[in-house]
């Protein structure tokens, strides 16, 4: 019997004194929900959300490209790299990647500055001055 003409006891089994059984389309693998999305189970149904780092509706989901803004970069001072899903941060030759994933170190990370200035990287070379 096509979908269309199913019978709500055929799609949720009925339990005496109870009314029909929620089936739980997501634990049984039987969603449509995209590999990248999340299955939601919901009486009578489920909802497909796509992960973070995704866009699209849940049945079909596409990587985001957090590098394709120049402007932003993916908030990356040198390099953005976009993987599924996520994206990371590289530095140029000569720098190092900060703890905070965004920033860049340069070689003169460890010299030390008199109090009041800070490096402030300039194109491909940096300069220390006075803040």
């Known amino acids: 019997m096509p979908a269309s ?18 089936v739980d389309e997501c634990s049984e693998g039987t969603d449509d929900c ?24 849940g049945r079909q989901c596409e990587d985001i490209d957090e590098c394709e803004n120049d ?8 390099e953005c790299i976009n993987i599924p899903g996520n994206y990371r941060c590289t530095c140029f030759d000569g720098f190092m990647l900060a703890h905070d994933g965004h920033n860049c170190l340069g070689e003169c990370r460890s010299r030390a500055l008199p109090t ?3 490096l402030l990287f300039l194109s491909s070379s940096l300069q220390s001055g006075a803040v």
């Open 71 to 78: 402007y932003y970069n993916g908030g990356c001072v040198h």
């Open 34 to 57: 995209h590999i990248d999305a999340i299955c939601q189970n919901t009486p009578k149904s489920y909802k497909c959300l796509c992960k973070p780092g995704y866009k699209g509706e």
């Open 116 to 118: 009041g200035h800070a």
């Open 5 to 22: 003409q199913a019978t709500p006891h055929q799609h949720f089994p009925y339990a005496p004194h109870t009314g029909p059984v929620d």
